[in-house]
Structure formats: C-alpha cells, structure tokens
C-alpha cells in the first residue's frame, strides 16, 4: 500500500541574515567627540586663565611680598596688610573712592531720571519738538520713543 501522507520538500537550507549593527546613541558615543569640544572651549579658557586668573592670583600673592622689579619678591606675611590698616592715605584714598562712586551713581540716576519726568509731564510744544529731534540723537532711543509717541496717540 502507498502512504499517502504529504511528504515535505525542504529547500536549501538558509540563514538569517547576522542582526544589524545598532550605532549607540547614549552617552557612550558622545565621549569620542569630547576632544571637539575641549578644542572649541581651549580658547576661551586660555583667554580667562592668561588675562583674569594668573594676574589676580599673582596679585594676591605679591600682597604679601616685599617686591622690587629687580629682586626676587621677599615673604612677609601680613606686615603690608598691617602697614594698609594703620595708613592715613589709604584711608583718606578709600574716602574720596566712595565719595566719587556715590555722587556719580546717586547723581547720574536722579538726573536721569529728573530729566525723563520732566520730559514725560511738559507741554505739548516741547512734546513737537522732542518727538522732531531726540531720535536723531540716539539711535537706539529711536524705536522706543516712536513706540511710546505712537501708544499715546492711540490713548
């Protein structure tokens, strides 16, 4: 008697093609570009640590040196501080330092201001002539006094 049950034909026998190869997209693939970013932030640190750190550190520490151009500097410790405190000069320097800084900034803000008031609360003759030449004498001022000029005239 023949079997009548199906007989399978398998094909050549095939493989799955090898996974893909998944490119990292963390933290991990970032590391080989850091040396980009040092290069790009090299020049700005340079920058900050040849013009602002090195002289004020350097400044510090000659505070408390006896130093002359020619000679080594000489450590004295707190003895140029004590001398600062106990001199008249510095003291009478300090003085005149905080009595320009508050004229100038208590003065140079209330005339300012004084005149921005007065500018804002005179007559409609003066408002004609502000509106015809104060932009020409600052171009910056140009856009905000137009703005304010033009949000009046609307109410």
């Given at each position: 008697?023949?079997?009548?049950?199906?007989?399978?034909?398998?094909?050549?026998?095939?493989?799955?093609?090898?996974?893909?190869?998944?490119?990292?997209?963390?933290?991990?693939?970032?590391?080989?570009?850091t040396w980009v970013a040092w290069l790009l932030v090299a020049?700005?640190?340079?920058?900050?640590?040849?013009?602002?750190?090195?002289?004020?550190?350097?400044?510090?520490?000659?505070?408390?040196?006896?130093?002359?151009?020619?000679?080594?500097?000489?450590?004295?410790?707190?003895?140029?501080?004590?001398?600062?405190?106990?001199?008249?000069?510095?003291?009478?320097?300090?003085?005149?330092?905080?009595?320009?800084?508050?004229?100038?900034?208590?003065?140079?803000?209330?005339?300012?201001?004084?005149?921005?008031?007065?500018?804002?609360?005179?007559?409609?003759?003066?408002?004609?002539?502000?509106?015809?030449?104060?932009?020409?004498?600052?171009?910056?001022?140009?856009?905000?006094?137009?703005?304010?000029?033009?949000?009046?005239?609307?109410?």
């Amino acid at each position: 008697m023949q079997d009548s049950s199906a007989q399978v034909v398998r094909g050549p026998a095939t493989t799955a093609p090898p996974p893909a190869v998944r490119r990292r997209t963390g933290p991990a693939s970032r590391r080989n570009d850091t040396w980009v970013a040092w290069l790009l932030v090299a020049p700005a640190i340079l920058g900050f640590g040849v013009f602002f750190a090195y002289p004020m550190l350097r400044g510090v520490y000659l505070s408390f040196t006896e130093f002359h151009i020619l000679t080594p500097p000489v450590w004295t410790g707190l003895k140029n501080i004590q001398e600062l405190i106990n001199d008249i000069r510095f003291w009478h320097s300090l003085g005149v330092t905080a009595y320009f800084v508050v004229l100038t900034v208590i003065l140079g803000v209330g005339i300012s201001l004084l005149t921005a008031v007065v500018r804002m609360t005179c007559s409609p003759r003066w408002n004609a002539c502000r509106r015809r030449y104060w932009p020409r004498t600052d171009g910056s001022l140009r856009s905000g006094v137009a703005d304010t000029d033009q949000a009046r005239a609307r109410g």
